[in-house]
């Protein structure tokens, strides 16, 4: 059976779980948030008193599962919930550190390939178009400034972390996910670039979803 695949790639804080959810929403496809994956991962090690590169050895006993109630994403690593625990500043600094390993890649993109064998999916993370799914219906590669990323999270957080912190964190992602060795961070040849820096997540949401659709009547 022939199933559609949407990759959606991007730096961090730009958008894409939002836009990727909302599109899969509208297309009736399933969305699979992979950063949440490597920020299993990453909760894991904080968990068990790891450090990154300690985790190869106990990929085997790692289990991630995403499940949608009321379009709210719940994770579960090893049938514990870390919905919260993965978003936590720490999680994000560790899930970036995980995210740079061989191994572990390998066995996420393995995951991820599987999803899309049975599902029609939209897919977000930093590798969908250049590994996961090198033949996707549609590739997006999904940017903004570091700066105009910041401050919606800035925002989003309503003050509570300082601005300086979050833009400091934003950088450290966007050099950690694009510099490493395996898959870095960075648009596919045949991705269609959409900067949304002067856009509302509306007009992200809408812009992305018109891509998809002509490719998928195509
Ligand atoms: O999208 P996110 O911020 O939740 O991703 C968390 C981390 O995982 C981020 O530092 C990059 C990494 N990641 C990755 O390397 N490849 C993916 N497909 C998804 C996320």
Partial sequence: MKTFKIAIDGPAGVGKSSTAKAVAKKL?????????????????????????????????????????????????????????????????????????????????????????MHNNVVMDGRDIGNRVFPDADAKIFLTASAEKRAERRFNELNGTVPYDEILNDIKFRDKNDSTRKIDPLRPSSDSVIVDNSDMTLEETILHIYNICIERIEK
């Fill in 28 to 116: 009736g496809f399933v969305y699979v948030d992979t950063g949440a994956m490597y920020r299993s991962v990453g909760v894991y090690c904080l968990d068990n008193n790891l450090q990154p590169e300690e985790v190869v050895p106990h990929l085997d006993k790692i289990s991630i599962d995403m499940k949608y109630i009321d379009d709210i994403q719940y994770v579960y690593l090893n049938g514990e919930d870390v919905t919260k625990k993965i978003r936590t500043p720490e999680g994000s600094i560790y899930a970036s550190k995980v995210a740079v390993i061989k191994e572990v890649r390998e066995k996420l993109v393995s995951l991820q390939q599987q999803m899309g």
